[in-house]
């Protein structure tokens, strides 16, 4: 009779744990919306001159955004340099992030506040030393700055024309966890996904021109 007693009261307490367990696993998830855009907005028209470029950017963006807002995503994430028309040559794109200035940055901005989302979309940044970056920022739902990765492993194209290689790979916090920055060609380099392993991020923001490939799996992997 003893030895029964024994086996219920184990298994009693057997019972509680799992049951917290699953209590502890139920708040421990955390469901997120992403919303994932790829490609650069339109091919650039040189005639009417790089203002009326930014203001196409900030049309197309518009348009293309008001297609997923319903849907109250927590974070979008938009590709490599998507606010830059594509076929502009590198001395034209820097041309053109020095007239496009904060605007754009502004624009994803008062989208972040309204709707109460992250946006985080590709970009060159003129940082405060002057050297210009290819960037990953983050703009949290009030429209700030939630953080901003540079890309590390420019191509050598890049790198030839002026870009700065980055040289910081920071773990960016949002209100549903954290956050870490890919860039293109980033992807081929275990280097940056081994300084993020120990940091643990919950998401890896890829922003890219190109898909990745098997890539993508293996830094899942």
Request: aromatic share 14%; hydrophobic share 40%.
């Amino acid at each position: 009779m003893k030895q029964i007693v024994q086996n219920t009261v184990v298994l009693f307490f057997l019972g509680m744990l799992f049951q917290m367990f699953l209590v502890i696993n139920t708040y421990a998830s955390n469901y997120v919306t992403v919303v994932t855009y790829g490609g650069q907005p339109y091919i650039a028209d040189m005639d009417h001159g790089m203002q009326k470029m930014v203001d196409q950017v900030k049309a197309y963006w518009s348009n293309k955004l008001s297609v997923v807002l319903p849907n109250d995503p927590d974070i979008i994430v938009l590709a490599e340099h998507c606010d830059i028309p594509a076929g502009l040559s590198l001395k034209k794109r820097k041309e053109y992030t020095r007239v496009r200035g904060n605007q754009i940055r502004d624009f994803f901005s008062s989208i972040a506040r309204k709707h109460h989302t992250y946006i985080a979309y590709g970009t060159y940044v003129f940082a405060d030393n002057g050297k210009l970056y290819n960037s990953l920022e983050v703009l949290d739902r009030t429209g700030k700055r939630a953080g901003i990765y540079h890309k590390n492993f420019c191509t050598i194209g890049e790198i030839e024309s002026g870009i700065s290689v980055g040289s910081e790979a920071p773990l960016i916090q949002c209100d549903f966890g954290t956050v870490a920055g890919v860039i293109c060609f980033d992807l081929n380099f275990s280097e940056l996904r081994d300084r993020y392993v120990p940091l643990h991020p919950d998401i890896i923001l890829f922003s890219s021109n190109y898909h990745g490939g098997y890539k993508q799996r293996d830094w899942a992997f």
